[in-house]
């Protein structure tokens, strides 16, 4: 089975600041990879996707994220954060063989302080 | 509001009672997967469905809990004999045949048992 590790539990920034969180897998299969970010009092959606091609993906809101296959770590960024950005923040992780359930990882909470 | 819905948003019962929550996946969608979440951690996979089928139930927490989807369009997740450590919020998230596809979910129920 899958499992998903995200490094960061709690992250506190200024606006402006850059942000990196840390994302690492571990699954011998090819996976498709997810972040979801949840704004308080709302639901879950989707950040950005990788089923395939270029490594480098780009989401809603200015966010990124690379997958770096040899390090199994799919890491999401953006260059200069806002207020706005403050929620959680949940790497996932979907096999590609078998039944595809999506694993989550415990989520890093950010704060962006104005 | 095409996305998915889920019924209640809150539910408050006593330690012992029975309760059943009903998730409305986007119509399209033959896949429906049910989470938990608690405080601090990510979703947690509980089972899903593929059309009427419940393909994996090894993951429901305990026997108290059960899940149906009986014409392949909603779902209900009863939890039986509710302890304190119930108390969680209940995601459903559906999507679409499994591949390169997202998972969309839904405001989920949060269940406080007294």
């Known amino acids: 089975a899958q499992s998903v590790s995200q490094h960061n539990h709690h992250v506190i920034l200024s606006e402006a600041a850059s942000l990196e969180l840390g994302c690492n897998y571990s699954?011998?299969?090819?996976?498709?990879l997810f972040w979801y970010v949840q704004y308080p009092g709302q639901h879950l959606q989707l950040l950005l996707k990788y089923f395939s091609g270029d490594p480098l993906v780009k989401g809603i809101k200015g966010f990124e994220a690379e997958f770096i296959k040899s390090k199994f770590s799919f890491n999401l960024r953006k260059p200069s954060v806002q207020w706005s950005d403050t929620a959680e923040y949940f790497c996932a992780v979907s096999p590609l063989r078998g039944s595809y359930i999506p694993t989550f990882g415990r989520g890093t909470s950010l704060i962006v302080h104005p | 509001d095409t996305g998915v819905s889920q019924d209640p948003r809150h539910k408050i019962t006593k330690r012992g009672q029975n309760v059943t929550f009903r998730c409305d996946p986007i119509?399209?969608?033959?896949?429906l997967y049910w989470y938990r979440q608690t405080l601090g951690q990510g979703p947690e996979f509980l089972t899903y469905?593929?059309?009427?089928?419940?393909?994996?139930k090894s993951r429901l927490l305990s026997d108290r809990f059960s899940a149906e989807r009986p014409k392949g369009s909603f779902s209900t997740l009863e939890i039986q004999r509710t302890e304190q450590g119930d108390s969680a919020m209940y995601l459903c998230a559906s999507s679409a045949i499994p591949g390169n596809t997202e998972a969309f979910f839904g405001q989920g129920t949060r269940l406080t048992v007294v």
């Open positions: 119509s399209e969608h033959n896949r």
């Open positions: 699954y011998g299969g090819t996976v498709n």
């Open positions: 469905f593929q059309n009427e089928a419940q393909l994996e």
